[in-house]
């Protein structure tokens, strides 16, 4: 079983960047590390999402090029680096884990941490 505790969120002007941490504590190899975001009155959605056993990762469509995901391994935790957001981005950031590898599917995830809130302003 694993722990997951996000950080990192805050408010930032678009354009700007961000980066969300996410500690994991416990057995994190063969496992997928990923990052949902959830806006107000709108469904819970995949981000980025990367394999520990190969370091394979995978990044929605809505953000790629903007937001990158990475793995410190000394550290256990895994990184969302967000480059020039946009106001769209505002959202609450979870952090979710599972044994094997990635998908987009919530249902998958078996292991949620709290959440980190992210405000962009234009």
């Known amino acids: 079983q694993v722990h997951l505790v996000e950080s990192g969120g805050g408010s930032v002007q678009a354009g700007g960047s961000l980066t969300l941490s996410c500690a994991v504590s416990?057995?994190?190899?063969?496992?997928?590390v990923a990052w949902f975001r959830q806006a107000p009155g709108k469904e819970r959605e995949g981000v980025a999402c990367?394999?520990?056993?190969?370091?394979?990762?995978y990044v929605a469509d809505a953000v790629k090029g903007r937001f990158t995901i990475s793995r410190e391994i000394a550290k256990n935790t895994i990184y969302l680096q967000m480059n020039n957001v946009r106001p769209s981005d505002t959202a609450m950031y979870y952090c979710?884990?599972?044994?094997?590898?990635?998908?987009?599917?919530?249902?998958?995830?078996?292991?949620w941490g709290l959440g980190t809130q992210v405000t962009v302003s234009s």
């Open positions: 979710a884990a599972r044994i094997g590898a990635c998908f987009w599917q919530e249902f998958r995830f078996d292991t």
């Open positions: 416990g057995n994190i190899y063969d496992r997928s």
């Open positions: 990367i394999y520990t056993e190969t370091g394979n990762t």
